[in-house]
């Protein structure tokens, strides 16, 4: 399976943007999430989302402000991110795997990786 990540860019302090990433073929993933890694820091989780079910989980950074979804036809999953914060500059990874909810939200709980979208927010 690939992950292939759009919708990155620039956007000012407040705006919105949406992540997509689409996965090749269907997956038998129990979990897909969003990572990012801004310069100098390690990755840190983002969001996920159960495969199966929907359940979400977010970090404390971005709850209230971005929104995981899925579209389980399309082998998709999106990110929308709206009242977008300096802090929020990063390059975003998708990802996927075999998680259990305990290691959901470290990258260790995924096994495939998009490319990365740069997202850029200016003050």
């Known amino acids: 399976v690939q992950l292939q990540a759009s919708g990155g860019g620039l956007a000012q302090a407040g705006a919105s943007l949406r992540l997509s990433c689409v996965a090749s073929?269907?997956?038998?993933?129990?979990?897909m999430g969003w990572f990012r890694q801004a310069p100098g820091k390690e990755r840190e989780f983002v969001a996920t989302?159960?495969?199966?079910?929907?359940?979400?989980y977010y970090s404390d950074s971005v709850k209230g402000r971005f929104t995981i979804s899925k579209d389980r036809a399309k082998n998709a999953i999106f990110l929308q991110m709206d009242s977008l914060k300096p802090e929020d500059t990063a390059i975003y990874y998708c990802a996927a795997g075999r998680a259990i909810l305990s290691s959901a939200t470290t990258p260790r709980g995924y096994n495939t990786w998009g490319q990365g979208t740069q997202v850029t927010v200016s003050s």
């Open positions: 989302i159960r495969w199966n079910g929907g359940h979400t």
């Open positions: 073929e269907g997956t038998s993933s129990t979990y």
